[in-house]
């Protein structure tokens, strides 16, 4: 019993001997915290320190040129290593929309080796390449999860077929040229202008071949007088000069003609409007020769 008592009396002694822990900070920590707290520290271990380091790093990098060429070789073998991962190699192109001479252009302009690795291609030089081509109106280039290369295509539309000299082009809606033909009668199923400026008109020769809709089937061609005026030109050599302003009232009313009175099954060579006020009637030679006869019967002399 004596000895227990002794063994609780010296474990008591014990911990009330034992050192308590200062909660206050040491002197050095204390000093630390004080200068962290100035103004002008923080300043300078966040973001000037940063900024001296890696200057210095730079510095070194370009005075040592076994540094700089061991820091290329490594930036050289980590991309190497990425770009060789199969997860990033094209394997293939895919056009989903588009006729097949255009995506023969496709593939003769952006002339990529495949395989290759998607960080070996400039998706935006692609796109832009592609939209560069006169008959596309829009391009968008992305990389699919099957290893494609996708270049989606919004192409243009020919509207019309014009004849610039010796040059004949296929035009969208708006003038901007599709594509190059070598005859006509590649697209013969579109209305043809000619001249120099008639891409320019194209808005004015969509509603004159409109307003033409009831001689659709006897019309060849607007052709684009002076870059300012349209002639009509009919089969059977017929020509409807139109004026420079006011041409859709003028070719309507040779419509409303046309309508009523035959006007252009007539023996007419040209069918003058350029003067509203004083439309003017060619005959053909056939019309003329046959008017002289009359005339020389009916009076006995030649006219």
């Given at each position: ?243 420079e302003f006011g041409a859709e009232d003028a070719l ?9 009175q035959q006007i252009m099954d007539w023996n007419l ?10 439309p003017l009637i060619r005959l053909n030679d056939d ?17």
């Amino acid at each position: 019993m004596s000895t227990l008592v002794a063994t609780r009396k010296s474990t008591q002694v014990v911990a009330l001997s034992a050192p308590r822990r200062d909660p206050a900070p040491s002197k050095m920590k204390y000093r630390l915290q004080r200068l962290w707290l100035r103004k002008y520290v923080r300043p300078v271990v966040q973001i000037w320190l940063p900024v001296l380091g890696i200057a210095l790093f730079v510095w070194l990098l370009g005075s040592n040129d076994a540094l700089r060429g061991a820091v290329q070789q490594k930036i050289d073998d980590v991309r190497a290593s990425v770009a060789a991962r199969p997860e990033l190699t094209i394997e293939s192109i895919d056009i989903p929309v588009g006729s097949v001479d255009l995506v023969r252009q496709i593939d003769g302009v952006i002339d990529l080796a495949l395989p290759v690795s998607a960080l070996d291609v400039d998706l935006e030089a692609v796109r832009q390449v592609v939209q560069n081509l006169s008959a596309v109106k829009s391009a968008m280039v992305h990389l699919s999860n099957t290893g494609q290369l996708v270049i989606t295509i919004e192409e243009r539309i020919p509207k019309m077929v014009w004849r610039n000299g010796n040059r004949i082009f296929l035009l969208d809606e708006t003038g901007i040229r599709v594509a190059e033909v070598p005859r006509r009668a590649v697209r013969f199923d579109l209305p043809l202008v000619i001249g120099g400026g008639a891409d320019m008109a194209i808005d004015e020769a969509q509603a004159l071949f409109d307003m033409a809709a009831p001689l659709e089937e006897r019309i060849r061609a607007l052709v684009r007088v002076g870059e300012r005026r349209w002639d009509v030109v009919l089969d059977g050599d017929q020509v409807v000069k139109l004026p420079e302003f006011g041409a859709e009232d003028a070719l309507r009313r040779i419509v409303d003609m046309q309508n009523t009175q035959q006007i252009m099954d007539w023996n007419l060579s040209i069918i003058d409007m350029r003067d509203p006020n004083r439309p003017l009637i060619r005959l053909n030679d056939d019309a003329l020769e046959a008017l002289r006869k009359q005339r020389n019967s009916t009076y006995g002399e030649p006219v």
